[in-house]
Structure formats: structure tokens, C-alpha cells
């Protein structure tokens, strides 16, 4: 089975990505992969801007902002080209790993990501595409068998980790949920009861899956 964890920074995902593996993985399962971020087919898009910047003799380090300020959330948008390249990016890397997740399915592991294409509907660097064009390029990815997203108060979320401002939570939780309406694969999952109520409600949606398919 395939999970795949959904919501802005600090909403409680790797902590959900490690306690469903260690929960599950081995109990439920035949073992567990945890892909940060993704299956690393390409090289993350982050590398590869440091690259180019280096060959071009531009220090990005010394240009970007430091502290909260240099988040990529909060970096002025970026242009339509960038914005159309970046989600391109991300669903090129899940669809070239196809055949590992494919070969992983089969040996009966537990497959949890962290992040997935759906972030693509949150950042700075796709806030220009059209949701039409996330939409297009999210059927060319493998799709997860779960998408769950973690739904938490946006002060709570500040508090725990204060690099986004509150109005910046709120607008990617409110693009979260405008995702999650339209997938069919997604759940929601209520995280404000804290972070051991929403392991045991992500367990529960991970076991509830397993049932229909008996």
C-alpha cells in the first residue's frame, strides 16, 4: 500500500510517516519504506537550482533572505514559466519511479510518503499554474492508494513552527482543502487533538483501507 501525507510545514507529517511504519510496517505488512519527499528518481529541484546558480557564478546562499524570511513560501512568486516547470518537475520524478513503487507494491510493503505531487497544490513555486494544469499533471503520477491530510488550527501549527506566518498556514490549508475535495483517494484527518489522536486516526484510515480490500 501507498500513503501519501499532505499539508503545510509543521502540520505533523513526519511524525505520522514514522509512527505509521513502525506501527504497521512490520505488523500489517511485509516491511515499510519511508520516501521522503519522493523516490528520488531525479535530482530534488532544489539541487539542481544550486547547480546552475554555481555554474553561473551566482551565490544563491548570500542572495536569499536568512531565517523566516528566506522560507520558500514567502518568497516573492515566481513567474508563469517557473511555476508551470516546478509541478512538471515533481510529477516527472514520480512517474520515472513507477516501476520502483510498482516493484514495492508487490513485495507487500508499506510505502509512506511525506510529501507527494499534492504538495505542488500548496507552494510558492506552482502558485502561478493553473489548477487545471496540477490537476492534468497529477493523473500522470502513480496515484497514492491514500492521500491523508492533516488538518490542524493554524495557530497551533505557528507555535510549533514559527517559519511561516498564521495568514501563510491559512492560505495553504485552504488550497489543502480545495485538493482534497476533488480526490477521491483522500481523507481528512483531524489533527488539533494532538499528535497521538491523529497517529491513531491515520492507523485507523490505513486499517480501515485494508478492510475493503479483504
Known amino acids: 500500500m501507498v500513503v501519501a501525507l499532505f499539508g503545510p510545514d509543521g502540520s505533523g507529517k513526519t511524525t505520522v510517516a514514522e509512527a505509521l511504519l513502525i506501527r504497521l510496517g512490520e505488523t500489517r505488512f511485509r516491511g515499510g519504506h519511508y ?12 539541487d539542481v537550482k544550486r547547480r546552475l546558480a ?5 551565490d544563491q546562499a548570500a542572495a536569499a533572505p536568512a531565517g523566516p524570511a528566506g522560507h520558500p513560501a514567502l ?17 516527472l520524478d514520480l512517474a520515472l519511479g513507477r516501476r520502483r513503487l510498482a516493484r514495492l507494491r508487490a513485495a507487500g510493503r508499506l510505502v509512506v510518503f511525506d510529501r507527494y505531487f499534492h504538495d505542488c497544490y500548496l507552494q510558492s513555486g506552482s502558485r502561478n499554474a493553473p489548477v487545471w494544469y496540477l490537476d492534468l ?11 491523508l491530510y492533516l488538518d490542524d ?32 483517494h483522500a481523507r481528512t484527518i483531524d489533527a488539533r487533538g494532538g499528535a497521538e489522536a491523529t497517529v491513531e486516526a491515520a492507523v485507523e484510515a490505513v486499517l480501515a483501507l485494508m478492510e475493503t480490500r479483504r
Open 75 to 91: 518568497l516573492p512568486p515566481v513567474g508563469r514559466l517557473r511555476s508551470l516547470l516546478f509541478p512538471a518537475w515533481q510529477a
Open 153 to 184: 488550527d493554524a495557530d497551533a501549527i505557528f507555535r510549533r513552527k514559527p517559519e511561516l506566518p498564521v495568514a501563510e498556514i491559512r492560505r495553504q490549508q485552504a488550497a489543502a482543502r480545495s485538493a482534497v475535495a476533488r480526490l477521491p
Open 54 to 58: 554555481r555554474a553561473a557564478g551566482l
Open 137 to 147: 499533471l497529477e493523473r500522470t503520477v502513480p496515484r497514492p492508494d491514500l492521500l
Open 35 to 46: 520516501a521522503r519527499r519522493s523516490l528520488g528518481v531525479l535530482p530534488r529541484h532544489r
